[in-house]
T-cell receptor
Framework: EPEVTQTPSHQVTQMGQEVILRCVPISNHLYFYWYRQILGQKVEFLVS????????KSEIFDDQFSVERPDGSNFTLKIRSTKLEDSAMYFC?????????????FGDGTRLSIL | SQQGEEDPQALSIQEGENATMNCSYKTSINNLQWYRQNSGRGLVHLIL?????REKHSGRLRVTLDTSKKSSSLLITASRAADTASYFCATARTGANNLFFGTGTRLTVIP
């Protein structure tokens, strides 16, 4: 069964540094998402992406965050200047062309640790 | 806030017993989904129920939805040790695709 893959599985970065988290969504999917889960807390929506543009974003997704689909397969999340509170698991997800009323398929996540 | 809240927060049962988890939410929704998360792993989609549906089955899973009470329940029948995981409900509001997750129920099935 096709799956969403994320790299790296664990990223350790110094505070203030830029970090890029990478995702390869399922190949025929057209809707892409990033979520994060701070240790012991809820999974929180960050941003959704469709047709090469952001379709929705949460309050968490401020100017420090950006997303990109640089080619036909990758979907990236960039944090420009990381803060300690950015430490979390970051999950990428995708859903198919119907988007609404379709399940989202999640990757195993990238654990981001900011020192 | 649209986030769902699950109860109980934690549930421990013997293998073979049924497990019931409940979820409440606050706003109008398009659908409600249940996901499972094993420790340190991603979320695995279990079942989706649309706002115009009241009950849905998938294998040992049964989900109900009561939009008048803004609540849903997930029943796992004949539980197995491998069902040990955290279970989350997630809602999608009308016209949007992003999901709002609840706090989760940590299920432990004792062999």
């Amino acid at each position: 069964e096709p799956e969403v893959t994320q790299t790296p599985s664990h990223q350790v970065t110094q505070m203030g540094q830029e970090v890029i988290l990478r995702c390869v969504p399922i190949s025929n999917h057209l809707y892409f998402y990033w979520y994060r889960q701070i240790l012991g807390q809820k999974v929180e929506f960050l941003v959704s992406f469709y047709n090469n543009e952001i379709s929705e974003k949460s309050e968490i997704f401020d100017d420090q965050f950006s997303v990109e689909r640089p080619d036909g397969s990758n979907f990236t999340l960039k944090i420009r200047s990381t803060k300690l509170e950015d430490s979390a698991m970051y999950f990428c997800a995708s859903s198919d062309w119907q988007g609404n009323n379709q399940p989202q398929h999640f990757g195993d996540g990238t654990r981001l640790s900011i020192l | 806030s649209q986030q769902g809240e699950e109860d109980p927060q934690a549930l421990s049962i013997q293998e073979g017993e049924n497990a019931t988890m409940n979820c409440s939410y606050k706003t109008s929704i398009n659908n409600l989904q249940w996901y499972r998360q094993n420790s340190g792993r991603g979320l695995v989609h279990l079942i989706l129920i649309r706002s115009n549906e009241r009950e849905k089955h998938s294998g040992r899973l049964r989900v109900t939805l009561d939009t008048s009470k803004k609540s849903s329940s997930l029943l796992i029948t004949a539980s197995r040790a491998a069902d040990t995981a955290s279970y989350f409900c997630a809602t999608a509001r009308t016209g949007a695709n992003n999901l709002f997750f609840g706090t989760g129920t940590r299920l432990t099935v004792i062999p």
